[in-house]
């Protein structure tokens, strides 16, 4: 990086990156850029920056493990049948052995 602005093509040589990785990094406002009439530029000291904000975790192909509430199915399930059954059961309007009945089809 000898330049002190990088094209598009020289950036993303540089970096290992996609030039479509690097426009839509533009795009999104991700990456600091220079728009000089169509011309994308990049300035170095402004990528070493942005680079050194992109530093995490050293390790980042361990994945994160997700906590879980520790519940049984079982239990969740067999709450979910009683809160049903102390609801009730409730006939909905316009009885269909009624309506049927009252034609003769019953």
Do not use: C
């Amino acid at each position: 990086m000898d330049q002190e602005y990088l094209t598009i093509e020289q950036l993303a040589n540089n970096l290992n990156f996609k030039r479509s990785t690097l426009y839509l990094k533009v795009s999104s406002g991700e990456i600091p850029f220079y728009r000089i009439g169509h011309l994308i530029r990049f300035k170095k000291t402004k990528i070493e920056t942005w680079m050194e904000g992109k530093k995490g975790n050293q390790n980042p192909l361990k994945p994160k493990r997700v906590q879980r509430p520790n519940q049984d199915v079982d239990k969740i399930v067999r709450r979910a049948i009683d809160q049903k059954k102390t609801r009730g059961y409730s006939i909905p309007k316009g009885n269909q052995t009624e309506s049927m009945a009252s034609e003769g089809r019953v």
